[in-house]
C-alpha cells in the first residue's frame, strides 16, 4: 500500500503533509509532518501540483487558501475539528458589532470563511508573539478560550474570549497530571496551549506539537509526561529513541484526526477525490490573516 502511494505520490506531481497527531502508518507514508505552523509554511512553497493533506478539514482549506492554483485533497472529507466548528462567521459578526472595533486573532483551528473577517491568525506555537505584534489595547481571541487565557497571562493586551474549547485537550485535569506527576515524579510535564489554565500552571513547559519534539531531542532529561492528543507521542519516540514518553490522559485521543486510512490516500491520489477548494471571494480576504500570521513567523 505504501508503495503504491509513494509512486502514485511521483506520477501526480503530489506532496503529502502529515499532523503530528496522525497515525503511525500515515507520519510514515507523508513527505511532512508537523504542526500547524509548520505545514502551512510547508503548503504555501511546495512546488508540487497536488497537496494530500492528512490532517482535518481546517487544515486543507489553509492550504487551498495559499495554494489556490493546486489541487488540495483531504482524504476524508468528514474530518473536522469540533473546535473550529464553535465560531461561525455571523456568531462572530454579532460579537465584533457588541465589542466594538479591534483587532480579531483568529487560531489557524477555525473555517476560512471565520479567518475571512478576522486580523489575523495565530497557532499554538506563536500566539503571544501574534497579539504582541498588533500593539493594541485589546483584542477579541477566538475561538480557543485556553489558548487565549494562556496567552493572556505572557501580553499585557487586554484578551476578549471566545467560549470555544478543544474537547480533546479541555478533558485533562489538573487531578490527572497531579497523579501522574506523583507516579514519575522524575518526568518532564510538558502541556499543549489548548490545556486548561491550570494545567498549564503544572506544566515545566508549554508548546505546540513539534516544539515537543524539538523540546524533548534539546533536553536532558529523560522522561516525559505528554499533555496532548496521544498521537504526539509516536513522533516523540521516533525522534527520541531513548527516552520515555508518557500520555498524560490516555482519553486524548481525537477522533477525527485518526480518520484518514493509507486507503484513503491511495483512493484520493487514484481518482483526485476529496477536493478543498475555498471559494474565491472569501479566499481573499482570509489570505490577508493567514498571510500576515506566516510573515510574522
Ligand atoms: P499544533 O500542532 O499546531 O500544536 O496544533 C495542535 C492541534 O490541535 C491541531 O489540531
Ligand atoms: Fe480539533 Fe482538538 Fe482534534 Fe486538534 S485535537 S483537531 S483542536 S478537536
Known amino acids: 500500500m505504501k508503495e503504491k502511494i509513494r509512486q502514485l505520490v511521483k506520477e501526480r506531481n503530489a506532496v503529502i503533509l502529515a499532523h503530528n497527531y496522525q497515525p503511525p502508518e500515515i507520519q510514515d507514508v507523508a513527505d511532512l509532518c508537523g504542526d500547524s505552523l509548520e505545514l502551512s509554511i510547508q503548503a504555501a512553497k511546495t512546488d508540487a501540483k497536488v497537496i494530500v493533506f492528512c490532517g482535518v478539514h481546517f487544515m486543507a482549506e489553509t492550504a487551498s487558501i495559499l495554494s489556490p492554483e493546486k489541487t488540495v485533497l483531504l482524504p476524508r472529507e468528514n474530518a473536522g475539528c469540533p473546535m473550529a466548528d464553535m465560531v461561525t462567521p455571523s456568531a462572530l459578526e454579532a460579537r465584533i458589532k457588541e465589542l466594538g472595533p479591534m483587532p480579531v486573532v483568529t487560531y489557524v483551528n477555525s473555517s476560512a470563511a471565520v479567518k475571512a473577517l478576522s486580523t489575523i491568525c495565530c497557532t499554538s506555537a ?172
Open 126 to 297: 506563536n500566539a503571544v508573539k501574534v497579539v504582541n505584534s498588533l500593539k493594541a489595547e485589546e483584542i477579541l481571541m477566538i475561538p480557543d478560550k485556553n489558548l487565549a487565557r494562556n496567552t493572556a497571562k505572557k501580553t499585557t493586551t487586554r484578551i476578549h474570549l471566545w467560549e470555544g474549547y478543544c474537547p480533546i485537550h479541555d478533558r485533562l485535569t489538573a487531578e490527572d497530571v497531579l497523579r501522574m506527576k506523583k507516579a514519575h515524579p522524575e518526568a518532564v510535564f510538558m502541556a499543549h496551549p489548548e490545556c486548561r489554565p491550570e494545567v498549564i500552571a503544572l506544566a515545566d513547559i508549554s508548546l505546540s506539537t513539534s516544539g515537543m519534539i524539538r523540546h524533548a531531542m534539546e533536553s536532558d532529561r529523560k522522561v516525559f509526561i505528554v499533555g496532548t492528543e496521544v498521537g504526539m507521542l509516536y513522533p516523540l519516540q521516533k525522534a527520541n529513541p531513548g527516552k520515555v514518553f508518557i500520555p498524560a490522559s490516555q482519553a486524548m485521543s481525537c477522533e477525527d484526526m485518526k480518520k484518514i486510512t493509507l486507503e484513503d490516500i491511495l483512493n484520493s491520489l487514484e481518482h483526485l477525490t476529496g477536493e478543498v477548494k475555498v471559494p474565491e471571494e472569501i479566499r481573499i480576504k482570509a489570505l490577508s490573516s493567514v498571510e500576515r500570521m506566516i510573515q510574522l513567523s
